[in-house]
């Protein structure tokens, strides 16, 4: 096995085109398919197969992604440590909108400070997190998951109740707590068809014989809180949420709460502290 075949195969994987990863690795496309195909054959394992147009990485290729990318971070590693003294490595972390406005800031805030290794965010939903840290792409993932995902190590870091956000003059807000029952015909915003979220709040509204509309499909927590404040509806979001000013929340205990995970591609790498800083910053339990 040659680590030029490893290289080969993290660009084509990044791209799962084999014309764009020849261009970016300056090679021609039957040179990088020689490549791709000798690691293949040296790992006795197929990395990569054909799903109707597109190509998509196999178990064993998402896993040789993940260790290829480590050896690429610690030859690099090796090289900043003899020339400097010390590693200029970034400890990545990938997470949705939501968990870092509402719940990573002080974790963020807390690791930068440290001066220690530089920290790099990429932005993903929650498959997009696991499959970045499954991949190496990231060190560290924290998702609103149901459950514990196969392929990573995962620990159950915040559970984070559903509440009603409405706007402060509204007739429910006198309420202390919400029941389904008390959303008959109320005017909803919700995430698109397809979102965990809108599974389990339809779900709830149907078993309870609750009929209701949709006001508006938005993505993402800040502007489901905008439509509320603008008085389009009502939002059910996370109560770690930070409400705009003339929207408050009331809690909906027959709802469950939203599952954040924090995940690692393995203990004893580059994201322990990271993960150590998480754990100890984030305060939803």
Same mark, same amino acid.
């Given at each position: 096995?040659?680590?030029?075949?490893?290289? $080969? =195969?993290?660009? =084509?994987?990044?791209?799962?085109?084999?014309?764009?990863?020849?261009?970016?690795?300056? @090679?021609?496309?039957? +040179?990088?398919?020689?490549?791709?195909?000798?690691?293949?054959? +040296?790992?006795?394992?197929?990395?990569?197969?054909?799903?109707?147009?597109?190509?998509?990485?196999?178990?064993?290729?998402?896993?040789?992604?993940?260790?290829?990318?480590?050896?690429?971070?610690?030859?690099?590693?090796?090289?900043?440590?003899?020339?400097?003294?010390?590693? $200029?490595?970034?400890? @990545?972390?990938?997470?949705?909108?939501?968990?870092?406005?509402?719940?990573?800031?002080?974790?963020?805030?807390? =690791?930068?400070?440290?001066?220690?290794?530089?920290?790099?965010?990429?932005?993903?939903?929650?498959?997009? #997190?696991?499959?970045?840290?499954?991949?190496?792409?990231?060190?560290?993932?924290?998702?609103?998951?149901?459950?514990?995902?196969?392929?990573?190590?995962?620990?159950?870091? +915040?559970?984070?109740?559903?509440?009603?956000?409405?706007? @402060?003059?509204?007739?429910?807000?006198?309420?202390?707590?919400?029941?389904?029952?008390?959303?008959?015909?109320?005017?909803?915003?919700? !995430?698109?068809?397809?979102?965990?979220?809108?599974?389990?709040? +339809?779900?709830?509204?149907?078993?309870?014989?609750?009929?209701?509309?949709?006001?508006?499909?938005? #993505?993402?927590?800040?502007?489901?809180?905008? =439509?509320?404040?603008?008085?389009?509806?009502?939002?059910?979001?996370?109560?770690?949420?930070?409400?705009?000013?003339? @929207?408050? $929340?009331?809690?909906?205990?027959?709802? !469950?709460?939203?599952?954040?995970?924090?995940?690692?591609?393995?203990?004893?790498?580059?994201?322990?502290?990271?993960?150590?800083?998480?754990? $100890?910053?984030?305060?939803?339990?």
């Amino acid at each position: 096995m040659k680590l030029e075949w490893l290289e $080969a =195969f993290i660009a =084509f994987a990044e791209h799962l085109n084999f014309t764009r990863a020849a261009r970016d690795l300056h @090679v021609s496309q039957p +040179a990088l398919h020689v490549q791709i195909a000798r690691l293949g054959e +040296a790992l006795d394992a197929p990395l990569y197969r054909r799903q109707g147009r597109a190509l998509v990485l196999t178990a064993q290729g998402v896993e040789t992604l993940r260790i290829a990318r480590e050896m690429r971070e610690r030859a690099a590693e090796l090289r900043d440590v003899v020339r400097t003294g010390s590693s $200029a490595q970034p400890v @990545v972390l990938a997470a949705g909108e939501g968990a870092y406005l509402y719940l990573l800031g002080d974790a963020i805030s807390a =690791f930068t400070a440290r001066g220690g290794a530089p920290l790099r965010l990429i932005t993903r939903d929650a498959d997009g #997190t696991v499959a970045a840290v499954a991949s190496g792409e990231a060190h560290v993932g924290v998702a609103g998951l149901s459950g514990p995902p196969a392929g990573v190590d995962a620990e159950r870091l +915040a559970d984070v109740p559903l509440v009603v956000a409405m706007p @402060v003059r509204h007739p429910l807000a006198r309420r202390r707590r919400i029941k389904l029952r008390d959303l008959e015909g109320a005017r909803l915003i919700v !995430p698109p068809q397809g979102r965990p979220l809108r599974s389990i709040l +339809a779900g709830a509204l149907l078993s309870a014989g609750v009929r209701w509309e949709v006001a508006v499909e938005a #993505t993402g927590w800040p502007l489901m809180l905008h =439509f509320v404040q603008l008085g389009v509806g009502l939002a059910l979001v996370n109560a770690c949420c930070a409400l705009p000013r003339g @929207v408050i $929340a009331r809690p909906v205990p027959e709802l !469950p709460s939203a599952h954040y995970w924090l995940l690692r591609r393995r203990r004893g790498g580059a994201g322990d502290e990271l993960a150590r800083v998480i754990r $100890a910053r984030v305060r939803w339990r």
